[in-house]
């Protein structure tokens, strides 16, 4: 078994070995960016080829936002709530819609990889909505992961149903689980329940979407990870995140001192994600805040 910092430290070696490897238009297994002193590590491919060169029982936590497979292919629709006349549901060919057969063969791939590499008593958190994440409950119980909790995510001020042809969406999942039945659950519970004023927390989170000064089309709010984070891991843990996007994962983590791996395979967001972490676009500020942490 590897040690956290010789795993943080030496992964970029461990990847460099298989020069052969391919995703997308490059050929070397190299890190895109590097912050040293934010601990801060991010990778440019396809997230399976990568969580494949990282060493068994090594991680302390994954946050993973997997594709949700439930875009319409780019259509335009009609819009009659009063606003715009038209909506583009193009975000990016990963949130196309695909076949069932095509998801249960995406999700099961990662996820055997994440539950290989994850500590004992450790876990995963992945969100999705009701397009992805029954696919995604089906293949973390066939894999032997034990479910914990499903988180549901309510977003007070979601948009609107712009057909008006169903109920307004408002809420995404997020499911927690540990890597199997064994060992003792990796959670901070007397932590979160004195971050919520010393009452048990609940499993719905309710936030209000802040607004990003940069373009991205699935950007998860900081703070879903900020809870996440403080609740599944410890200062110094090492944190993974498969399908980074625009980089919340790594840019919560160094601010509440956690080591965190990043992966995305789109060059345009990796520039995105180095940007943010060097505070391009503002510094962090943690959200939440008990007595003893002042």
Partial sequence: MYKLS???NKLESLLCAE???EYGDQNELVPFYYNIDKKIKLFQGDALSILKKIPDSCIDM???DPPYFGNQSGLTIKR???HADTFDTQKAQWAYSKSLSYQFEFHYAWLKEAQRILKQGSTVWITGTYH???VINVVLQDLGFKILNDIILYKKNAPPNFKGSCFRAVTETMLWAKKNVNGKTKFNYKYMKEL???????????YWAEKNPFRHPATKQPIILEYAILAGSNEGDLIVDPFAGSGTTGFVAQELNRKCIMIELDPDYCQ?????IEGEYGEYRRKTKIKRDL
């Fill in 132 to 134: 992805s994440i029954g």
């Fill in 196 to 206: 919520n004023g010393g009452v048990q927390m609940k499993n719905i989170w309710e």
């Fill in 6 to 8: 010789e795993t943080f």
């Fill in 80 to 82: 009659n709530d009063g």
């Fill in 62 to 64: 994954i946050f993973a």
């Fill in 19 to 21: 020069q052969e490897a």
């Fill in 272 to 276: 995105l994600i180095k940007k943010r």
